[in-house]
């Protein structure tokens, strides 16, 4: 027979009709005995007796009290020496911004310096190089194989990331591939006919050249300023090309085309978009035209000049076989350096800023030609070449100046 358990419950519990309910009244039930829990015969449940408690429930108008698990902060507590760690942290701030911004600073001037010194040294034994060796296709060509061995050489170590190029992509890139080939080629080919500094001085015409074949090809208007800056340029190189002692025009033609096929490679680099993703930097992209480059240069080396390099033909020439490599090694790992570096600078600094750079450093290669191998200057010559550089001092200045828009 199945029995029901019996709860004897206080009556005066309420119902929670009430917001605030209060437990005021204890549970009873009947005990017959000083246990805590007794069953009676007829199954009844003896619950003992609950002591009497009080509960207050939090709410918008009472106070927060202590059991409710919220800390309170004494007054009493000394909050001074949160004022001083608040006032020590900006001054720690501008100290390590301070420093950092030195940092940057000597990291720039450094990478300038070897900017200036490996164009200076790439010049110098390129120069001695091309006047011992009459073969300019072949001093390109090895300075392409050496900076293809390092860019190799960088992937297999890891130190640059090798890309993952598709074949639009080597599409798009092989015109720039083409015209840098010519560029270095033809630059080659004039320092071997004239002087160090006549050919870099002919180089300085490089904006006129921007300048025409933007308009032409790109819609590009230069305004008065560009106009008014490429003048001195002109002038100036056509005063030290009349007053130039080692001037022949084998070597003034080939620094005219280095300057036309180099900006090309700028304006064909705006004209065909290459969709350039996170591997695929300024940097990867030249180590990829140089690639290009030694493929290109190649078969046509040994198809005009054949092997000129080989120790057997130096000898002939009547030229010493370890001073010629060595000079050659030396220029191209210059060559590939300087490269290498302006690309660095140009990710830290402006355009305007590395465009100044640039001008800064043909003035540094001009001087420095001049004083080593001791070129024959007249002062109507050196202030041709003053004049050229200072219009292209001007003309990387004032080429960031947008024409006022025209109101209607």
Not at 25 to 51: I, Q, R, Y
Not at 59 to 69: E, I, K, N, V
Not at 308 to 331: C, E, H, R
Request: proline content about 7%; charged content about 10%; glycine content about 4%.
């Amino acid at each position: 027979m199945q029995s029901s358990a019996i709860f004897s419950l206080s009556p005066s519990l309420p119902l929670l009709k009430s917001r605030r309910p209060s437990l005021r009244h204890p549970v009873t039930a009947s005990s017959t005995s000083s246990s805590n829990l007794n069953v009676s015969p007829p199954n009844v449940v003896s619950v003992p007796p609950l002591p009497r408690r009080s509960w207050r429930l939090a709410s918008s108008d009472s106070p927060l009290r202590a059991w409710s698990g919220v800390p309170s902060i004494s007054p009493s507590l000394d909050t001074n020496r949160f004022k001083t760690a608040a006032t020590a942290v900006p001054e720690n701030a501008e100290e390590g911004e301070g420093s950092g911004k030195l940092t940057k600073i000597l990291e720039l001037g450094l990478l300038f310096a070897l900017w200036y010194l490996f164009n200076i040294y790439f010049n110098i034994y390129n120069k001695q190089v091309l006047k011992a060796l009459h073969a300019p296709m072949t001093v390109t060509l090895v300075q392409f194989a050496v900076g293809s061995v390092l860019i190799t050489f960088m992937w297999a170590l890891n130190l640059y990331k090798r890309p993952k190029i598709t074949g639009a992509q080597l599409a798009a890139i092989l015109p720039l591939a083409v015209v840098h080939t010519l560029g270095n080629l033809f630059t080659n080919m004039s320092l071997g006919k004239v002087s160090v500094s006549f050919t870099h001085t002919i180089k300085a015409m490089e904006p006129f050249f921007s300048v025409v074949l933007s308009a032409m090809f790109l819609g590009e208007v230069p305004t008065p300023w560009i106009i008014g800056s490429i003048i001195p340029i002109v002038g100036g190189v056509a005063l030290a090309s009349v007053t130039e002692v080692s001037f022949n025009w084998a070597g003034f033609l080939s620094a005219m085309a280095s300057n036309l096929t180099n900006q090309s490679r700028n304006v064909l680099s705006k004209k065909v978009m290459v969709k350039k993703d996170d591997s695929l930097d300024n940097i990867t992209l030249f180590s990829i035209i140089t690639l290009m480059s030694l493929f290109l240069m190649a078969p046509v080396t040994f198809f005009s000049e054949g092997i000129k390099f080989t120790p057997s033909y130096i000898q002939s020439a009547g030229v010493n076989v370890q001073q010629i490599y060595t000079k050659s090694l030396i220029a191209a790992l210059c060559f590939h350096a300087y490269q290498q570096v302006s690309y660095m600078i140009l990710a830290r600094v402006s355009p305007v800023t590395h465009s100044v750079g640039n001008c800064v450093k043909r003035v540094v290669v001009i001087v420095s030609s001049v004083i080593f191998f001791k070129t024959p200057v007249s002062p109507v010559n050196a202030f041709g070449t003053g004049i050229a550089l200072a219009g292209v001092f001007l003309y990387s200045r004032v080429k960031r100046i947008k024409p006022k828009p025209k109101t209607a």
